[in-house]
């Protein structure tokens, strides 16, 4: 009878359970909808338009290397397709291309969301493993929902780690090729949007050949050495092969990118340490604890419970104190659950983290947690990304850790400990859905909220869209100049920060090689109209109460005697926040 009424307590518990399991999978759902609407249709910002304009250059006949002389030009490659077919369907006007960007990367998110729950789920915690398909459904590196560089990076990333681990562990000799086949290709991916990650190859080559795997070596490799000579012959077909590669000086001269690589590392190191302090002393603080609370020695110890529940507290104070920082300043957090995961498993007794019984010597464990690692330090080290931004890319690592430790924590923890795990999750599910949903990206990187005013744009690639004030202001402007001040025979040069304007122009038109969003008018441009004199602009306009760096550029030599020797500065056309100088006579 006592044995009965136990199993009829325990089946009561479990329909408890599955209820509050379901119920929190359909308002993460819910929210998940919520915000990824409205990563399609609010707001849009400097970094977006650049990525967008490569993408239509490209798809409008600029030759990379030649014409093109953007530093992330070879990620266009993979998205100008997209841009080619929506402008094959809808016109050459691009309007509304940006949303049909927008809501791509949506749909390639989200599959890989659920391709990542179908991995994750095979360790055996299946709730934490869709916890962690939501966590990277709503999480994007840099608040940018198109198919960019940055964007195309992190699911290229994703995708192959998918792939290369199902080749490490199939059996089937056929599946095994094509699975490296198809990872080939996405490290390819991946090395477009920064070739520095050209070092994971190495790294795989390495998995493949430990495992002995051979087979699948040489299928990897031949993908990736055929797909770069694919590439090269495509170069060459579409241009002067010697000329791009003589260009490469000119592309590598970008003056934003341009820094000391130790000042660069100096600052990364810094920007590491700020992140991590705390952090660090917590993992101190409750290490030191241990004997106390962990007398028993147990393979799931107390201090880990705690250390979990100081940590989340930590990451919801760090949230709410973000009054008036970057909107990206919340990223710390991915290199927290980093380092806590890290600690976790290297704290346990069980010295094999990872008991994946089909991975012999932990080669899964070494491709999730390397791969993200290489990739990160890769980024760090060659791009201007600061550290705040680039620990992002650590996110897959923190996905795979996590139902690692929820099922030791949750498969013999104490209630307390299981208690203070799911206060930990909670935070961090609130913290990603609050800057999905509730933090905007605006032009200049500041911290805006949903809460700010938004107008929508009725014309152009931004149609459907809705900005906030300023932005819609600027943006309104730069469509009154383009249908008023813009002829077939003019060559446009836009100095300011609302590049959207660029895929209005078709490729004749553009009078720049270089539409990064960041001031670029050096000798980089000079150099550029000396090898296409048919470039040079006949229309400059300039956006002088936006951002100050752009009207200061206009001072600046050499740019400046440029602008002297061919505009009419005496008599510009003024409208708003804009002006417009026009060609001398």
């Known amino acids: 009878m006592h044995t009965q009424q136990t199993d009829n307590h325990q089946m009561m518990d479990k329909k408890k359970t599955d209820v509050l399991w379901i119920v929190l999978f359909a308002g993460l759902l819910l929210l998940t909808l919520a915000g990824g609407l409205k990563s399609i249709f609010i707001s849009a910002d400097i970094d977006e338009s650049y990525a967008l304009t490569m993408g239509v250059r490209l798809a409008r006949g600029d030759r990379l290397f030649l014409e093109m002389w953007e530093p992330h030009q070879l990620s266009a490659v993979l998205y100008s397709p997209l841009i080619c077919l929506y402008l094959f369907i809808v016109g050459d006007t691009a ?90 290709l996405f490290m390819c991916v991946m090395v477009l949007c920064y070739p520095a990650s050209v070092i994971i190859f190495l790294l795989c080559i390495c998995l493949l050949l430990k495992q002995k795997n051979r087979s699948g070596a040489l299928f990897f490799g031949s993908t990736c050495v055929v797909t770069g000579l694919w590439f090269l012959i495509r170069m060459i077909a579409k241009g002067s092969f010697l000329q791009a590669l003589s ?97 976790y498993v290297a704290s346990a007794n069980d010295r094999r983290p990872v008991s994946d019984e089909k991975t012999p010597d932990g080669q899964s464990y070494l491709l999730w947690i390397g791969v993200p690692c290489i990739s990160t330090l890769c980024i760090l080290g060659l791009s201007n990304l600061p550290a705040a931004y680039s620990v992002g890319f650590l996110l897959p690592a923190v996905l795979y850790l996590m139902p690692v430790v929820a099922k030791k924590c949750f498969g013999k923890a104490a209630r307390l400990q299981a208690l203070l795990a799911i206060f930990f999750l909670l935070i961090l599910t609130v913290q990603i859905f609050a800057v999905r949903i509730g933090l905007v990206r605006f032009s200049g990187n500041q911290r805006r909220t949903i809460m700010e005013d938004f107008y929508k744009v009725n014309h152009g690639p931004l149609a459907g869209i809705r900005l906030g004030a300023e932005d819609w202001k600027h943006h309104d402007e730069m469509l009154h100049c383009y249908v008023e001040d813009c002829h077939s025979e003019d060559v446009w040069l836009y100095v300011g920060a609302d590049f959207f304007i660029y895929p209005l122009l078709s490729h004749e038109q553009v009078g720049t090689g270089n539409t990064i969003s960041t001031p670029a008018f050096s000798e980089q ?19 002088h109460d936006y951002v100050h760096d752009y009207s200061d550029c206009l001072g600046q030599e050499p740019f400046a005697s440029f602008v002297k020797a061919h505009f009419d500065l005496a008599n510009p056309t003024e409208k708003g926040s804009v002006s417009v100088y026009r060609k001398k006579p």
């Open 247 to 343: 260009n490469l000086p000119n592309v590598l001269s970008d003056v934003s990118h341009k820094q000391s690589v130790l000042l660069l590392w100096k600052e990364h190191l810094t920007g590491s340490i700020s992140m991590l302090w705390v952090s660090i002393a917590l993992m101190v603080l409750v290490f030191c604890a241990r004997p106390v609370l962990d007398r028993k020695k147990e393979k799931t110890p107390l201090f880990w419970g705690i250390y979990l529940a100081l940590q989340g507290i930590w990451m919801l104070v760090q949230f709410h104190s973000l009054t008036d920082k970057a909107y990206y300043d919340y990223l710390p957090v991915i290199l927290q659950l980093f380092a806590a995961a890290l600690f």
């Open 525 to 543: 441009l000079l150099s550029y109209y000396e090898q296409f004199p048919e470039r040079v602009p006949t229309v400059m306009v300039v956006e």
């Open 95 to 184: 309007e509304g291309l940006l949303v049909f960007m927008r809501i791509i990367g949506v749909l390639i998110q989200s599959a890989l969301g659920l391709c990542l729950y179908r991995r994750l789920s095979k360790n055996g915690a299946k709730k934490t493993a869709l916890l962690a398909a939501f966590f990277y459904v709503n999480f994007t590196p840099k608040h940018i929902q198109s198919p960019e560089f940055t964007s195309l990076f992190y699911w290229g990333m994703t995708a192959f780690l998918l792939l290369f681990e199902a080749c490490l562990n199939e059996k089937n000799e056929s599946r095994k090729r094509i699975l490296a086949v198809c990872a080939g």
